[in-house]
Antibody, heavy 124, light 109 residues
Framework: QVQLQESGPGLVKPSETLSLTCTVS????????WSWIRQPAGKGLEWIGR???????NYNPSLKSRVTMSVDTSKNQFSLKLSSVTAADTAVYYC??????????????????WGQGTLVTVSS | EIVLTQSPGTLSLSPGERATLSCRAS???????LAWYQQKPGQAPRLLIY???SRATGIPDRFSGSGSGTDFTLTISRLEPEDFAVYYC??????????FGQGTKVEIK
């Protein structure tokens, strides 16, 4: 079955750029949306944005000015860059497949599967 | 932006009891775009319910979802020890595309 794995530095300095990659295994990355979600310690989930395999993106307006996503279909990977980070960006970052299924004129959306998550700490 | 408000914040129950979790949207949400997730400490969220009422693959039938419009409910008919966790509702919309509720923690009484 499809599995996702996040990778990247666990420590980023304030004002620098956070960079993460999600590697998809067990299936093709093509023809899906792929999302990034984050979760500060002890808090809820925040959707960061998503990318389609064509490169089309949607970002959360609250983070849009700092977020860039990209996809590399040859490597079955997609990536997140978050610029000008502060301590408020410290969180566990998850990647997930943004699934859409349509039947009988009705479309359903959900996230599945998810990566295990990676902790990114912003600190000098 | 559609805001999802989950209640209660914490639910203290004993194994075998029934759990009823609420997710209220600030404006009407299409039922097909409402999902529920379970998250245990140190783990990624796991999809339980999509389309407000359809169980995901492998999810036990003690989990059920219902609701429409602005009010949605996740019910766990008889709590098993492994069900004590945090539960999130999620909706797919326009901008931002995805929003989550703040979560309900189901803890052992």
């Amino acid at each position: 079955q499809v599995q996702l794995q996040e990778s990247g530095p666990g420590l980023v300095k304030p004002s620098e750029t956070l960079s993460l990659t999600c590697t998809v295994s067990g299936g093709s990355i093509s023809s899906y949306y792929w999302s990034w979600i984050r979760q500060p310690a002890g808090k809820g989930l925040e959707w960061i944005g998503r990318i389609y395999t064509s490169g089309s993106t949607n970002y959360n307006p609250s983070l849009k000015s700092r977020v860039t996503m990209s996809v590399d279909t040859s490597k079955n990977q997609f990536s997140l860059k978050l610029s000008s980070v502060t301590a408020a960006d410290t969180a566990v970052y998850y990647c997930a497949r943004d699934e859409r299924y349509c039947t009988n004129g009705v479309c359903y959306n959900w996230f599945d599967p998810w990566g295990q998550g990676t902790l990114v700490t912003v600190s000098s | 932006e559609i805001v999802l408000t989950q209640s209660p914040g914490t639910l203290s129950l004993s194994p075998g009891e029934r759990a009823t979790l609420s997710c209220r949207a600030s404006q009407s949400v299409s039922s097909s775009y409402l999902a529920w997730y379970q998250q245990k400490p140190g783990q990624a969220p796991r999809l339980l319910i999509y389309g407000a009422s359809s169980r995901a693959t492998g999810i036990p039938d003690r989990f059920s979802g219902s609701g429409s419009g602005t009010d949605f409910t996740l019910t766990i008919s008889r709590l098993e020890p492994e069900d004590f966790a945090v539960y999130y509702c999620q909706q797919y919309g326009s901008s931002p595309k995805w929003t989550f509720g703040q979560g309900t923690k189901v803890e052992i009484k």
